[in-house]
T-cell receptor, first 113, second 112 residues
C-alpha cells in the first residue's frame, strides 16, 4: 500500500527566506506525486505534479519540487517566500488507474514579516 | 472549463438532526467523485468515493452515507448527526486516470 509522510507539522519562515517542505512516500513502483496548497477555510489547489521524465518540476506561484527516487522524496521548494504563501501544504501520492491517491497529514506554513 | 460547486459553505446543525451536503461538477463527464473530512489540525480523511452513478465505496464505518444520483452530483448525508461529525467537508473530482484531484471550497459543519 502506498503511504505519504510529511514529517513537519509546522514550519515557520521569514518573508523573503527560502522554503523547503519535506515529503517522503512509500510505493513499490514509480509513483505519481502531487503537492496541494490549502488557504484557511478553502479547498485544496494543485501546485504541481510529477508523473515521469524530468525530476525537477515547476508549479504555480513560483514553487518547484524535486523527485528523488533514491530517497523516496518529493520535497517542495520556493526560493523566496511571500506572506501570502502562509497556508497548509499537502503532499500526495498516486499510481494512476483505479488507485486512490493518498494524502499526507499536511504541513502548516507560517510566514513572519 | 470544469468547475465544482459545493454547498452550503457553512452549516450549524443540532445533534440528532439530518444532514445533506451537495456537490456538483460541471464541464466534464463520468468523473470520479470523493468526499473527504478534515478535522482541525489534521489531514484529509477519505470518507467515500464513487466511480459512477449509484456506485459508492465507503472507506470508514461511520454515521454518514453518500449517494450519486446523477453523473455529476455527489451527496453526503446523515439521518442523525453526532457531535463528532463536526468538521470541514471537502468534495473533489478526478477526470482521468492520473489521480489529479480538483477540490470544492468546502463546507464547515458545526454540530452543537
Amino acid at each position: 500500500a502506498q503511504s505519504v509522510t510529511q514529517p513537519d507539522i509546522h514550519i515557520t519562515v521569514s518573508e523573503g527566506a527560502s522554503l523547503e517542505l519535506r515529503c517522503n512516500y512509500s510505493y513499490g513502483a514509480t509513483p505519481y506525486l502531487f503537492w496541494y496548497v490549502q488557504s484557511p477555510g478553502q479547498g485544496l489547489q494543485l501546485l504541481l505534479k510529477y508523473f515521469s521524465g524530468d525530476t525537477l518540476v515547476q508549479g504555480i506561484k513560483g514553487f518547484e519540487a524535486e523527485f528523488k527516487r533514491s530517497q523516496s522524496s518529493f520535497n517542495l521548494r520556493k526560493p523566496s517566500v511571500h506572506w501570502s504563501d502562509a497556508a497548509e501544504y499537502f503532499c500526495a501520492v498516486g499510481s494512476g488507474g483505479s488507485y486512490i491517491p493518498t494524502f499526507g497529514r499536511g504541513t502548516s506554513l507560517i510566514v513572519h514579516p | 472549463s470544469q468547475t465544482i460547486h459545493q454547498w452550503p459553505a457553512t452549516l450549524v446543525q443540532p445533534v440528532g438532526s439530518p444532514l445533506s451536503l451537495e456537490c456538483t461538477v460541471e464541464g466534464t463527464s463520468n468523473p470520479n467523485l470523493y468526499w473527504y473530512r478534515q478535522a482541525a489540525g489534521r489531514g484529509l480523511q477519505l470518507l467515500f468515493y464513487s466511480v459512477g452513478i449509484g456506485q459508492i465505496s465507503s472507506e470508514v464505518p461511520q454515521n454518514l452515507s453518500a449517494s450519486r444520483p446523477q453523473d455529476r452530483q455527489f451527496i453526503l448525508s446523515s439521518k442523525k448527526l453526532l457531535l463528532s461529525d463536526s468538521g470541514f467537508y471537502l468534495c473533489a473530482w478526478e477526470a482521468d486516470t492520473k489521480n489529479i484531484q480538483y477540490f470544492g471550497a468546502g463546507t464547515r459543519l458545526s454540530v452543537l
